[in-house]
Every structure is written in C-alpha cells, then in structure tokens.
C-alpha cells in the first residue's frame, strides 16, 4: 500500500513564494511518475507538474515559468516550488504517484495553499 504525504502549505501574500514536499512510503518502484495537481472551489482538479524517475517534467500551462517541480535524491521525494504566487494560485494542491503496472495515480490528502493579501 503506497501512502503520500504532502507538507509546506499555508497563506502567503501575492508575489509571494512557498515550496511544499510529498514523501511516499510503502512499495515504490524505481521507476514512477510523481507530481502536483490542484482543485479550486468549483473547479475540476487540473494539472501542476509531474516528474518521471530520469528528471523529464511537464508543467501545466498555468504555472508555467513561475513553478518548478524536482524530485529528491531518492525515488519516493518530489517537492513543488511555487513562485511569483497570484490570488489564482489558491487551491488544495494534492501530491500523485503512478508506477508499474501504471493503473492510474495514488494521491495524497492535499495542502492548502491561499494566495491573499
């Protein structure tokens, strides 16, 4: 049973930054998917960045230029640093994992991250 669990959220101010890390534990294979999604209030969970095990990332159009996604020295870290922060940016941000036999994403319980003054 694989378990994710995200930290590093809170409230910070517009052109603010925050960083937040989600930590597997459990039965993680070498080679995975691990990355960041997002919900707002009314709004279908949409993608943040994912990060295959080899470093390749792919970051939603939203935050792109202003958020980066990186993995930790081991295969079960992935951290999210969050720049530039606008009041849109306000959402639970859910960490996700996929690896074989890639049957769809494990999440997290989510963190929340409000962008206001």
């Known amino acids: 049973q694989v378990q994710l669990a995200e930290s590093g959220g809170g409230l910070v101010q517009p052109g603010g930054s925050l960083r937040l890390s989600c930590v597997a534990s459990g039965s993680i294979a070498s080679i995975n998917t691990m990355g960041w999604y997002r919900q707002a209030p009314g709004k279908q969970r949409e993608l943040v960045g994912t990060i295959i095990s080899g470093g390749i990332t792919n970051v939603g159009t939203s935050v792109k230029g202003r958020f980066t996604v990186s993995r930790g020295n081991g295969k079960n870290t992935v951290f999210l640093q969050m720049n530039s922060l606008k009041p849109e940016d306000t959402a639970v941000y859910y960490c996700?994992?996929?690896?074989?036999?890639?049957?769809?994403?494990?999440w997290g319980q989510g963190t929340q991250v409000t962008v206001s003054s």
């Open positions: 996700s994992l996929n690896q074989p036999p890639w049957r769809g994403n494990v």
